[in-house]
């Protein structure tokens, strides 16, 4: 069985400030692990995905995530938030690489950006 | 088409009746997904097909979930019955996918069914 706990529902931040939305996982076997961005009204967007190639995993749009086995932690990063960064982000995890088996998704985080 | 595109996007049932959603998945993706996403909550596992094949239907929340992709392309959803517990966001996905297993999922926009 594989879970993911995202720790926080809402994170706010001020524009141009570093973003943190956290995330632990939980598996049986070695994960994929992916972070999805949702805009209201809109289909979810992949960000970035780590498959046990490097640990430090660069996405779209300046995020980042960084994969710590020895945590279970698979954190979303981005050093200077912008408007257009207010989203819902999801933590996922899956057994295989993600193409051929459904996603265990987090209950997400609203990313809320100050002016 | 350039993405995954699902119809209709809005419906609105009375308590009892049938529905159908369906998707339009990105040509030649082997794989497809349908995910249940509650309001306020991350998008949950129904089923998966590879081609016509429905591989996993372990998420289906009752018997009253049916879903088919008779020619390995189009995917219906269909709900028996419906219940009003079942208004929430149909989501479904495509990718490359089949053996390889590795791959980008894309998703469509969503059908929002709220029954009454």
């Known amino acids: 069985a594989q879970s993911v706990t995202q720790l926080d529902s809402h994170v706010s931040v001020s524009e141009g400030t570093p973003v943190l939305l956290r995330c632990n996982y939980s598996s049986s076997y070695s994960p994929s692990l992916f972070w999805y961005v949702q805009h209201p009204n809109k289909g979810l967007q992949l960000l970035l995905k780590y498959t046990s190639a490097a640990t430090l995993v660069k996405g779209i749009n300046g995020f980042e995530a960084e994969f710590k086995k020895s945590e279970t932690s698979f954190h979303l990063t981005k050093p200077s938030a912008h408007m257009s960064d207010a989203a819902e982000y999801f933590c996922v995890v899956s057994v295989g690489g993600g193409g051929a088996d459904g996603l265990t998704f987090g209950k997400g985080t609203h990313l809320i950006i100050q002016p | 088409g350039a993405g995954v595109s699902q119809s209709p996007r809005y419906k609105v049932a009375k308590r009892g009746q049938d529905v159908a959603l369906r998707c339009d998945p990105i040509s030649g993706h082997v794989s497809l997904f349908w995910y249940q996403q509650a309001l306020g909550q991350g998008p949950e596992f129904l089923t998966y097909?590879?081609?016509?094949?429905?591989?996993?239907k372990s998420g289906l929340p009752s018997d009253r979930f049916f879903a088919e992709r008779p020619e390995g392309s189009v995917s219906t959803l269909k709900i028996q019955r419906t219940q009003q517990e079942d208004s929430a966001v149909y989501l479904c996905a495509s990718s490359l996918g089949g053996d390889l297993g590795f791959g980008e999922q894309f998703f469509g926009p969503g059908t929002r069914l709220t029954v009454l």
């Open positions: 097909f590879q081609n016509e094949a429905q591989l996993d």
